[in-house]
């Protein structure tokens, strides 16, 4: 199959370019809005509209300054060991998804406690309405043309600029289902019936890291970094401790008796 030539600005106003990425993280902010207040309310939560949009304001800051430091630390030290400034320059690109992840934990525990929420459940209502700008995220790299799986024979390969004559998995799809829409359902499930705090928190990490963990194997890797240890991808190396995570926590969850 031939990529489908989609341009990435979406359209033109004046000088100004509006992105097709650049809506996919609107309408994921949007959604992510909606769905902290609906949450909010079917798992009783105090909080009103007005503490959704702040909630939703902390996460976001999470997400950037989560993601450019991990991507710093993780993905390319070196470089930004001897250009430290450029590692200012987020709109150059580069981010990291689990640096991103730690930036919003760290930033509800914050918001957490100067409201004075329970951590779990807030974590609960915050990882689930992620789910819908995470496959927004990826719908995006693939209108972009970006991350491209690796080498495929299979019907739906797919051949994008850039990446050679081959075709490839297109693993951002792939991504987009499974942290997007398989993830959101399984966490909104979860909440419809009304599992103890934290459930739905420990199981999207489990379940993301194990889908990105298996996602990584058709994805091509990140040219300056290649596979590393085993043959592992950076992407797997950093789901792991995802998976034990979320495992450990649903199982000190299970163990517990009381009060949700």
């Known amino acids: 199959m031939t990529f489908p030539q989609i341009d990435p600005v979406l359209i033109h106003i004046g000088p100004l370019a509006i992105r097709w990425y650049g809506l996919m993280y609107l309408l994921g902010f949007l959604a992510g809005y909606g769905l902290i207040c609906h949450l909010s309310k079917l798992r009783r939560l105090a909080l009103d509209s007005d503490g959704a949009a702040d909630l939703l304001f902390y996460g976001a800051v999470g997400v ?73 995220g990826r719908l995006g790299n693939f209108i972009n043309g970006e991350l491209w799986g690796r080498p495929t024979d299979l019907p739906w390969g797919m ?9 490839r998995h297109p693993s951002q799809l792939y991504q987009a289902g499974l942290e997007g829409a398989v993830l959101f359902v399984l966490l909104y499930w979860l909440h419809r019936r009304q599992v103890r705090h934290g459930v739905p928190f420990f199981a999207f990490f489990a379940v993301y890291g194990l889908f990105r963990f298996l996602v990584e194997f058709v994805r091509q890797p990140d040219a300056h970094l290649g596979f590393l240890w085993g043959g592992a991808t950076m992407g797997q190396l950093l789901s792991l401790p995802m998976i034990v995570f979320g495992v450990a926590g649903l199982i000190r969850i299970q163990r517990r008796t009381g009060a949700p």
């Open 64 to 136: 950037v300054a989560g993601g450019r430091l991990g991507y710093v630390l993780f993905y390319n030290p070196g470089w930004y060991i001897d250009h430290p400034l450029e590692a200012l320059a987020i709109w150059q690109g580069g981010m990291s998804f689990h640096g991103g992840l730690l930036g919003v934990v760290a930033a509800a525990l914050i918001f957490c406690r100067r409201r004075r929420l329970p951590v779990l459940l807030t974590g609960d209502i915050l990882v689930t309405s992620a789910t819908v700008g995470l496959g927004l």
């Open 159 to 167: 051949v994008f600029p850039g990446a050679g004559p081959e075709p």
